[in-house]
C-alpha cells in the first residue's frame, strides 16, 4: 500500500490559464474522489468516479472543471480559464468498492492563482 | 440530503484531560458515519467508522466515538489528550442505502496545551 499520490503538491498559476492535476489511487480501490478544501473549511465534494465511470458530479463542478479517469486507474483534474476563486486545496481519495470503506486521502494539490 | 455539523470552531484542553470533539449529522438512510483528523499542509488521515454494531467504536491513537442514534450525534473521544492530538478533526457522513459522496463537517481545531 503506497497511498494515494497527487501531483503536483503546489501549483502557482496566473489567472486565466488552465492547469491540471493528477492523482494515483492505491491501486486495488476501484473509487476514486475529487475535493476542494479552503482554508479553515471542510473537504467539499467535486466528484467521484466507480472505475472509469463519473457517478457524480457536484453542482461546485462548473463547465470550467473536468474531470477523467480514462483506464480506471489514475484520474486528471483540469481547470480552465483559472479564477482567484479557485485557489484551494484540492484533495484526491480512494476506496475500495464497499459502501462502509474508508477514503483514503492523498495530501492534496495546493493551487493558487494570481 | 446529508449534512453534518460540527459546532465547535475550537476545542481547548489541557495535555492530560478528557478530550471530546462534537458531532451532528442528518441523513435520509442509515448513516455510516467517520472521524478524520488533518495536520498543516496534509490530507486527512481516517481514525474510525460506524457502520453498525456496537454504538462505542474504537479507533487509531486512543480515539473512540459513541453512535448515539436518538440524538443523532457521534461524538469523538480521547479519555488522556496529547499535546501531538492538537490538529483539525473532520466528522463525516455518508448516506448507506445508496452511498456515494462522503459528506464532511466543517471541522473543528483542537489545541491541546502542556
Known amino acids: 500500500d503506497t497511498g494515494v499520490s497527487q501531483n503536483p503538491r503546489h501549483k502557482i498559476t496566473k489567472r486565466g490559464q488552465n492547469v491540471t492535476f493528477r492523482c494515483d489511487p492505491i491501486?486495488?480501490?476501484?473509487?476514486l474522489y475529487w475535493y476542494r478544501q479552503t482554508l479553515g473549511q471542510g473537504p467539499e465534494f467535486l466528484t467521484y468516479f466507480q472505475n472509469e465511470a463519473q457517478l457524480e458530479k457536484s453542482r461546485l463542478l462548473s463547465d470550467r472543471f473536468s474531470a477523467e479517469r480514462p483506464k480506471g486507474s489514475f484520474s486528471t483534474l483540469e481547470i480552465q480559464r483559472t479564477e482567484q476563486g479557485d485557489s484551494a486545496m484540492y484533495l484526491c481519495a480512494s476506496s475500495p468498492g464497499q459502501a462502509g470503506s474508508p477514503l483514503h486521502f492523498g495530501n492534496g494539490t495546493r493551487l493558487t492563482v494570481t | 440530503a446529508q449534512s453534518v455539523a460540527q459546532p465547535e470552531d475550537q476545542v481547548n484542553v489541557a495535555e492530560g484531560n478528557p478530550l471530546t470533539v462534537k458531532c451532528t449529522y442528518s441523513?435520509?438512510?442509515?448513516?455510516?458515519l467517520f472521524w478524520y483528523v488533518q495536520y498543516p499542509n496534509r490530507g486527512l488521515q481516517f481514525l474510525l467508522k460506524y457502520i453498525t454494531g456496537d454504538n462505542l467504536v474504537k479507533g487509531s491513537y486512543g480515539f473512540e466515538a459513541e453512535f448515539n442514534k436518538s440524538q443523532t450525534s457521534f461524538h469523538l473521544k480521547k479519555p488522556s489528550a496529547l499535546v501531538s492530538d492538537s490538529a483539525l478533526y473532520f466528522c463525516a457522513v455518508r448516506d448507506g442505502n445508496s452511498w456515494g459522496k462522503l459528506q464532511f463537517g466543517a471541522g473543528t481545531q483542537v489545541v491541546v496545551t502542556p
Open positions: 491501486s486495488e480501490h476501484n473509487r
Open positions: 441523513v435520509s438512510g442509515n448513516p455510516y
